[in-house]
């Protein structure tokens, strides 16, 4: 017996593996599985679809374009002269209340923050509080990486120079009396921005962190001081700086700005703008949105209508299969 | 001088050593030694030797003066060293042009300008490629360090000069010029000289099987003229000087001389010559002295590794891969233009980091931008994943059970790792007859002898019982056969016992008989000696018995003068034509208790030697001394006289043929007789003077020898005690270089011929009635394929004569075999033998046996004399020695006097014809190449079933051009004329012919004297328009040039992909010219194995090996090349759309480590398991259905349209991978990352269910490694957003994946995205399935519903082809495909 195991030293393995016969399901990609399952999915699509879409439609949205390009916008003249602070008011009524809590938003269209060499544009490290990064911020933030007389900027780069400072204020107008619609800044950034991310320089007073840099060229403040009603609000963890720094993905995007969280009753309202923010140039449009959130976000009724539509095909795919395969297989089968 | 150019000698010799070192590189251009010692070598210095002394001893300074340049016997197949191995890898691998993109990608990355990512990210998946092949390669190069490393320090006995002794060494110290001392069973360590054996007549035995396979044992030859010979070799003694040619790699060439100190001189030839990895056997002790050895030994450089090939399925992939360079460069360029263009719109934005950059350099940069970031369009890990692809498919062909050879226990060796897939498109299958479609063993049929024909009716007989056993087990179970042991007649019963037996003991008939041989002969297991049982069991014709007992008992025909005693002249003709059969061959004789023997001790002789010596000399005869040197003999002789004239020739030694032709004249008229009536004639002619030489021979013998006189035995009773006789000798092992001659010896030995043992001066042979003879062996003339034949020349045991037997092909033989001059009557007998002769020889080869003639000369002591000069020259002249030994063969071999012709049954391989009628069907042509005529080529073709019998032969032979093009033009006229009124009555079978076999079709027969002008520039059109007209063709007596040449016009001029199948050495040029060469390892040596790309053992294991392997490898791999492609368009796209919404800037909206890990980790392993192990059908189904094949061989699963059907989805799939995500986030505060999160998850889930549909089979291997692939990518990005926390700027991940993922939107958009995506091509598959597979192209996926339904189905297929070709129309018009249906079930 030895000798004849011996002998067959070179008999392949006769296992399922390498004579392969693993047992194997096929994909039975025929109509006679597929159409249950085409159904199945149908419905659940059409299901999720009819919830998103009346989630979406349940979702109120103002929204005001304050660019002032037209003559009788608010903000017209304010596009014109070079000043450096320009007030405008936006005035306008909230017919239906907008319950829960209203996010208030400011939208920039045309505004490219994902062009590649504006996207580099800053210095991560110099961000997460590293003062070493303040004296020699990283090349990637050139040509925003030192001022004319070679004086660090901290924040460097595009993406902190070009950060929105238009600031708004809303006033809520019973009569003539103003009442100021309070807004909420807590929170407004990624969780994981303000307490991972970016990290203010472990000193004691955050104003002596800054000492020999200049602040960005575009910028009326210093990072220190960019809200003087809190001071841990400044810095790199300041909320709307973290909002800004992290970068829309398309050209036209909406970013938070504050929160209303007693939502917008019924009434007229007077939305002070401090116009700075010059988009003319690049033909780019400002705007503000008040929105109020669903689970599934913001308002969009593209996932519902697509959701309804895809589901429909699939049902009525799984029709004319039926039609097919009655026609095509039963008399074979027999 | 001599200094300076043996320094430049010296010089160059280091330099190509250097080179020569490389892996397995032939090293031809190796060392040219000069002699620098004026004395040593007075003669011219040819730089083509090499001297070699001996190390030790009296010419030490000699030696060391010349030896200083041959190389060690340590070799080094490696092809890196530890400190070589980076960069020579590197060099290596930096030689594929996908390498060099990548590294110019890499490159690109390190320009400021256009840098997409960080210089590390881009680096990653060139380095993984690199480090994957490198760490392959070291593996490789590891194994075979390790193989070398036990190799060198195997150890050996050299003589050491000091201790003057043998000493152990290790083989690596061997050097040129050491005596080494061998033992039984021992391993040569290098090229040796035989210096020295044991066995007292100086042979001793090799087995060549590390070096070519071949398991029998052969002969080599001790140096001859040793003056040390026969004693212990003493070293003291050796003072000659060997000079031999310089290392090459021919095998069986070895030529030089050794110099006495005297100054004789000693030929030596490849018969001295121990090679290295051969064993010793047989032989107690050798010594020899080393004369090559390492890397110059001839095993060495035989050595050249595996072959590579390039595939058609990659020259086609290229094509591909250069459409997407293009599909690139257009995205790029797009990039490009729009940068510029939105740049040049923009005025001044806040955003604008750059303003010093023109736009249109700035689209410049753009565009090199976009080469990094959409690199990987280019795939740069197909290659490799193509790679370990092949490497999986090579695996599990080389584990098929089914192409396993259970009794020679070989697997299918895969010599060619990359051109698996080309087994899948075979149009042309060109194969030799002998060895391939046949079994190579060779069966002695039936002879003719002195023109008189011996049927062997019994033998025919037995034959077909064995082929009906065959077919019988066969029917029972396809892999158990039974054999019929044939020992007595009784075959058949015998055999029914033997199936009766249980199953179990029940093994291929061939195993058993190996096993047999095995056990009884323990020394040398798995001997393959060509003796099979079947061969060896001859069973005698009755009537040629008869004759031969005759001449074994005189008394008989003395008695019995009646009808059928043959004459004395045909008796000699029976005993020499038998002794030739014994003795010209190369047979080693063995048994299993003496293991092989040369010459044993001779038994005594039945009755007196002398006697048959008288009598042989009587009868011998000579064709130059014919009867002309005498006068005319008495005609009407008397009993008297005849006697006085047999006795006054043997005085004289000359000779006569006995007859007395009286009445030829009339025999002359009848010559166109049927041979046997002639026979009678013959025999009633030749009685009264046979009679009388009986009566002669038995007057003088009958007193001493009383006891073999069989008396009136019937022949039964002959035939009997002929099988006693046989029974006795059943011990005899014969092995034998061809297998012919096996069976010629053994057809001897049924007639009691029997060769008994071989030594290099003389065989011992048994004769009928005679007992053992020693024959003196002059020369052997061993075969050569220009003459065609071979001879012996032997001193003849009875006559001493000097004799020359001859065997070989039938045209040579009958060319040279010579009407002798003299007198008219002889002269009369030998045309009319010749006559006979052929017309048998023609009768032989329609029934499809071998045949070849045996012929005899007598020569003249002083004819040998002068030969014996010329040959002994030849043998000792070191230049031109092949020609000078041809020659001088030639001058031996005129004048031959024809003996008889030999009919030697090769069988069929076992399954041929199911082969080969599977391979037609599958669409394959099969030509048969062969040297054989062609008669037998015509029945071997039938017999395999290559011809129905309702086929039409077309044959073409013609001498001349202008004859062959008229010839070629006229038959290609009838083929048309054919096919016209084949097709008229059926209107709509145009399908016919591919799917049904048995339509009458044309097979063209050519010989090669036409194909040679059939070849020729101006008619190999013509030929080929025929050839292709014609369903198979075959080309008999073709040379291995033309066999090559005709494989080359067809895979040249028809664009077609071919494989060539042989067992030969005939077959080499064949294989290696054709796209796939097949080598099966059978009877004749390895190298039609060694030049092929596959090697298997049986003919049968080509129909696996094609329909199912080919064609699966096929579909796998151009599926998992296609889904490869499809993959990377479709995630590179994505980026790309993303360039609209991003200024063309070259962002990407992913992390970039994500963004390079997603091809090279997350969805690389899903496609390898794919290109492994996919089934598209089951093997069975394949088998059963070869008409499959014919989807891969016109290479539809990989056609151009696929190609681009696969991008279109491709770019279908990823738009609605972008836009879903988009139009879901647009104009909301989503940032970059949280928007390409969402895209990548569905990508892949995408590309992953992607592959789930395009599936065929799903095992559990393919879910884990899915599964795997997907959490792979989910766990990656989820930590990645986790922990990396300032790393990879400027898409720093931080949070992001963290938050999109517990967010339900990302759920809702990835599942929409996911099936939208995948719809299309699902409802296409569904569709397909559904309704009948119009096209070639979903046929594959036929298979799905289960061989049962899917027979069903193939019958409508079939169906619906013969009608008519418009399935396609079937699927638009649904009215038409129930009838069919129903018409099939």
């Known amino acids: 017996m030895v000798k004849e195991e011996q002998e067959l030293a070179n008999r392949p393995d006769n296992t399922a593996f390498t004579q392969q016969r693993l047992p194997a399901w096929q994909p039975m990609l025929s109509a006679g599985i597929v159409i249950p399952g085409f159904v199945l999915i149908g419905l659940a699509f059409i299901g999720i679809g009819v919830a998103l879409f009346v989630t979406s439609r349940s979702i109120q949205v103002l929204e005001f374009d304050y660019t002032g390009v037209e003559q009788n916008s608010p903000c017209f003249n304010c596009t014109g002269q070079k000043v450096s602070t320009c ?227 699939c049902v009525f795919m799984s029709i004319v299969m039926l039609i097919v395969y009655a026609k095509f297989k039963f008399p074979e089968e027999d | 001088m001599e200094r300076l150019h043996w320094v430049q000698h010296r010089c160059r010799q280091l330099l190509e050593g250097n080179a020569g070192r490389g892996w397995y590189s032939a090293t031809d251009g190796l060392p040219t030694k000069t002699s620098l010692d004026a004395h040593s070598s007075p003669q011219r210095v040819s730089g083509k030797r090499r001297t070699v002394f001996a190390r030790h001893g009296p010419h030490q300074q000699d030696y060391e003066a010349v ?148 398991t029998n044992l052969k002969q080599r030859q001790v140096v001859s003229d040793l003056p040390l010979q026969g004693r212990e070799f003493s070293l003291e003694s050796f003072r000659g000087r060997v000079e031999c040619e310089n290392p090459n790699n021919e095998l069986s060439r070895f030529r030089g001389y050794m110099e006495h100190p005297g100054g004789v001189r000693v030929g030596l030839h490849n018969n001295n010559l121990l090679l290295r990895s051969c ?92 080469i990094i970031v959409l690199q990987v369009l280019i795939p740069i890990s197909l290659y490799v994943s193509i790679e370990i692809v092949k490497l999986g498919q090579i695996y599990f062909i080389h584990n098929d059970l089914d192409l396993y050879n259970k009794q020679l226990d070989s697997r299918i060796q895969c010599r060619a790792l990359n051109i698996t897939e080309d087994l899948g498109q075979i149009q042309y299958l060109f194969s030799d007859k002998t060895g391939t479609l046949t079994e190579n063993k060779m069966v ?109 008992s005189p008394e008989l025909a003395l008695r019995d003068g009646s009808s059928g005693t043959p004459s004395s002249l045909e008796l000699t003709y029976i005993t020499d034509f038998f002794l030739a059969l014994a003795i010209c061959n190369s047979v080693v004789v063995s048994s299993p208790s003496q293991a092989r023997h040369g010459v044993p001790e001779a038994r005594t002789p039945l009755k007196s030697l002398e006697e048959f010596k008288l009598m042989f000399q009587r009868l011998s005869f000579s064709p130059f001394t014919a009867l002309s040197t005498l006068p005319p003999p008495q005609m009407k002789g008397s009993p008297l006289n005849f006697t006085r004239r047999l006795f006054a020739r043997g005085k004289t030694g000359t000779f006569t043929p006995t007859n007395s032709a009286t009445d030829w004249p009339h025999l002359d008229q009848e010559s166109h007789l049927e041979p046997t009536n002639l026979k009678r004639e013959q025999d009633l002619s030749f009685t009264a003077e046979g009679g009388d030489a009986g009566q002669t021979e038995h007057r003088d013998t009958e007193n001493e020898d009383a006891k073999t006189s069989p008396a009136r035995q019937d022949v039964e009773d002959l035939i009997r005690d002929l099988d006693c006789e046989s029974d006795t000798n059943e011990g005899l092992l014969y092995e034998a270089e061809s297998p012919d001659e096996a069976a010629l010896v053994h057809a001897a030995q049924a007639y009691r011929c029997t060769l008994r043992g071989r030594s290099a001066e003389s065989l011992l ?109 030849a043998e000792s002249s070191i230049e031109n020695r092949e020609e000078l030994l041809l020659e001088s063969a030639q001058r031996l071999e005129t004048n031959l006097t024809l003996l008889g012709t030999t009919g030697i049954v090769d069988r069929l391989q076992e399954e041929v014809p199911e082969t080969i009628e599977a391979l037609q069907r599958a669409g394959i042509k099969v030509w048969i190449l062969t040297g054989d005529k062609q008669e037998t080529a015509i029945n071997i073709a039938y017999a395999c079933k290559l011809l129905s019998p309702n086929d039409q032969l077309l044959t073409a032979s013609c001498g001349s051009r202008d004859v062959c093009a008229a010839l070629l033009e006229e038959l290609k006229v009838e083929v048309q004329r054919g ?35 059939a070849l020729q520039e101006e008619l190999k059109s013509q030929f080929l328009e025929l050839s292709q007209g014609c369903k198979a063709v075959i080309c008999c007596r073709s040379t291995p040039l033309q066999k090559s040449q005709v494989v080359r016009l067809v895979r040249d001029q028809l664009g077609v992909m071919t494989l060539a199948v042989g067992d030969g050495a005939n077959d080499v040029s064949m294989i290696q010219m054709a796209d796939v060469g097949v080598g099966i390892s059978g009877q004749e040596g390895m190298q039609a194995v060694m030049s092929s790309d596959f090697a298997i053992s049986r003919f049968k294991h080509l129909s696996k090996l094609l329909l199912v392997h080919g064609s699966s490898c096929y579909s796998r791999l151009a599926n998992m090349i296609l889904y490869f492609i499809y993959k990377n368009v479709m995630y590179v796209n994505l980026l790309f759309w993303y360039q609209f919404f991003c200024g063309f800037s070259g962002s990407v909206m992913t992390n970039a480590w994500v963004l390079i890990l997603f091809n090279l980790l997350f969805t690389s392993v899903p496609p390898l398991i794919y290109g492994v192990l996919d089934q598209h059908m089951p093997a069975d189904t394949l088998m059963e259905r070869p008409e499959l094949y014919q989807v891969m061989q016109s290479s539809k699963v990989y056609a151009p349209y696929v190609f681009w059907i696969t991008v279109l989805d491709a770019f279908y799939q990823s738009l609605v991978c972008f836009f879903v995500p988009y139009f879901a986030f647009a104009g909301s505060s989503i940032g970059v990352l949280s928007f390409g999160s969402p895209i990548n998850a569905s990508a892949l889930l995408i590309i992953l269910l992607h592959q789930v549909i395009e599936s065929h089979t799903l095992t559990w291997i393919h879910v884990l490694v899915l599964v795997l692939s997907g959490a792979s990518y989910f766990g990656f990005v989820l930590v990645f957003s986790v922990f990396c926390v300032t790393c990879s700027p400027p898409t720093n991940p931080v949070g992001v994946e963290t938050l999109e993922m517990s967010q339900p939107l990302f759920y809702i958009v990835c599942a929409l995205t996911t099936v939208t995506a995948l719809l299309p091509r699902l409802l296409f598959r569904v569709l397909c399935n559904t309704l009948h597979p119009p096209a070639a192209l979903t046929s594959a996926q036929m298979d799905k519903v289960g061989s049962e339904r899917y027979r069903k189905k193939m019958q409508c297929w079939n169906l619906s082809l013969s009608r008519s070709n418009t399935l396609p129309v079937c699927v638009d018009n649904p009215g038409l495909e129930p009838g069919t249906d129903s018409g099939a079930s």
């Open chain 2, 67 to 214: 030896s200083k340049s041959y190389q060690s016997n340590a070799i080094r197949t490696t092809k890196y060293s530890l400190l070589t191995f980076i960069p020579m890898n590197l060099f290596q691998q930096f030689h594929r042009a996908a390498n060099l993109y990548f590294l110019f990608v890499v490159l690109l990355n390190w320009v400021p300008v256009v840098e997409a990512f960080q210089k590390e990210i881009t680096m990653i998946p060139l380095l993984v490629v690199l480090v994957v092949i490198a760490i392959k390669d070291a593996l490789e190069d590891y194994r075979r360090y390790l193989f070398d490393k036990k190799v060198n320090n195997s150890v050996v006995r050299v003589f050491c000069g000091k201790q003057n002794a043998y000493i152990v060494q290790r083989w690596k110290d061997v050097r040129v010029g050491d005596f080494v001392r061998l033992s039984c069973n021992e391993i040569i360590p290098a090229d040796m000289l035989l210096l020295y054996s044991s066995d007292p007549r100086g042979v001793c035995y090799i087995e060549t099987a590390n070096l070519d396979g071949e």
């Open chain 2, 444 to 552: 002695f049929r039936r002879c003719s002898i002195y023109g008189v024909e011996y049927p062997h009716e019994e033998n025919a007989r037995r034959l077909e019982v064995y082929e009906a056993e065959k077919n019988e087990e066969a029917g029972r179970s396809l892999t158990l056969k039974s054999g019929c042991s044939g020992k007595s007649l009784s075959c058949r019963s015998l055999s029914c016992q033997r199936s009766s037996v249980s199953l179990h003991t029940l093994t291929a008939e061939s195993q058993e008989e190996e096993e047999e041989e095995q056990l009884s002969n323990p020394i040398h297991p798995r001997t393959n000696a060509f003796c099979s049982r079947v061969a060896k069991d001859v069973v005698p014709d009755p009537e040629l018995v008869r004759k031969l007992n005759w001449f074994c």
């Open chain 2, 765 to 873: 042979v048994d004769l009928p009635g005679i007992g053992s003879l020693t024959v003196q062996l002059l020369h052997i003339l061993p075969f050569d394929s220009n003459r065609k034949k071979m001879s012996v020349v032997v001193r003849h045991p009875l006559t001493g004569h000097v004799v020359v037997y001859t065997k070989g092909a039938d045209s040579v033989i009958m060319d040279l075999a010579e009407t002798p001059q003299g007198a008219e009557q002889t002269q009369e007998i030998y045309s009319h033998i010749r006559e006979q002769t052929q017309i048998h020889l023609d009768g032989y080869a329609r029934e499809g046996l071998r045949t070849l003639c045996i012929a005899k000369k007598v020569v003249e002591e002083e004819e040998y004399e002068v030969w014996l000069k010329g040959q002994l020259l």
């Open chain 2, 279 to 370: 064993t010793i056997r047989n032989t107690e002790t050798v010594v020899g002295m080393v004369v090559y050895a390492g890397h110059e030994t001839k095993a060495m450089m035989n050595n050249s590794g595996p072959r590579y090939k390039r595939s058609q399925l990659e020259k086609l992939l290229n094509t591909d891969i250069l459409w997407c360079v293009l599909l690139l460069f257009i995205m790029c360029l797009t990039a490009a233009v729009g940068h510029g263009l939105w740049l040049n719109n923009l005025k001044d934005p806040v955003f604008q980091v750059d303003t010093e950059t023109s736009p249109a350099l700035a689209g410049f940069y753009v565009f090199w931008t976009m």
């Open chain 2, 979 to 1013: 096919k016209a009124s084949l097709t008229e009555p059926t209107a709509a079978g145009n399908h016919g012919e591919s799917s049904s076999g048995s339509v009458a079709g044309f097979i063209l027969v050519i010989d090669g004297r036409t194909l040679e002008w």
């Open chain 1, 87 to 313: 007030v405008c008011n936006l005035d306008f009524s909230v017919d239906s209340p907008i319950t829960g809590t209203v996010f208030f938003y400011y939208g920039l269209s045309n505004f490219f923050q994902n062009f590649r060499k504006y996207s580099v544009s800053k210095d991560d490290s110099q961000l997460y509080g590293d003062t070493d990064y303040f004296k020699s911020p990283s090349v990637t933030c050139s040509p925003y990486d030192y001022d004319s007389n070679k004086q660090p900027i901290v924040p460097c780069g595009s993406i902190a120079n070009s950060m929105f400072n238009d600031t708004f204020k809303l006033f809520n107008i019973n009569g003539t009396k103003a009442d100021l619609v309070p807004f909420d800044g807590k929170g407004i950034a990624w969780w994981t921005d303000y307490n991972i991310k970016y990290k203010n320089p472990s000193i004691e007073l955050l104003k002596n962190a800054f000492n020999n840099t200049v602040k960005p060229i575009f910028w009326f403040k210093p990072a220190y001081e960019l809200d003087t009603s809190d001071p841990d609000n400044n810095g790199f963890i300041n909320q709307d700086f973290l909002v800004w720094m992290r970068r829309a993905a398309l050209p036209n995007f909406r970013k938070l700005y504050r929160r209303i969280n007693k939502g917008l009753p019924r009434g007229n309202y007077s939305l002070e703008i401090a116009y700075n923010y010059p988009v003319l140039s690049f033909n780019g449009r400002k705007k503000v949105v008040f929105s109020n959130v669903s689970w599934m976000g913001g308002r969009n009724e593209f996932l519902g209508l697509a959701y309804l539509v895809i589901g429909s095909m």
